[in-house]
C-alpha cells in the first residue's frame, strides 16, 4: 500500500520520530510504513490520518493487485 506519510511530513516539517511520538508508535515503524514494507492497521491508519487532519484515503492510496 503506498501512502502519501513522508510528502506530508515534509510539507508540515515533521520529523520520523516527532509523528512516532504523536501516534505512538516508534520511528521504524514510521520508517517502514514510508518505505512501503509495512501495512499500517486500521487503527494506526486513522490515528496517522487525524494527526495529518485528512481522510484515510488522502494519506493511504489503495491498489489492488491484479
Not at 516527532?18 to 486500521?42: D, G, M, N
Amino acid at each position: 500500500m503506498k501512502t502519501r506519510i513522508a510528502e506530508l511530513r515534509k510539507e508540515r516539517r515533521i520529523s520520523q520520530e516527532e509523528l512516532a511520538l504523536a501516534v505512538k508508535v516508534t520511528r521504524q515503524t514510521i520508517i517502514s510504513i514510508e518505505k512501503e514494507k509495512y501495512t499500517a492497521s486500521l487503527q494506526l491508519a486513522y490515528k496517522i490520518s487525524q494527526y495529518f487532519g485528512l481522510s484515510i484515503e488522502e494519506v493511504f492510496i489503495f491498489e489492488e493487485e491484479e
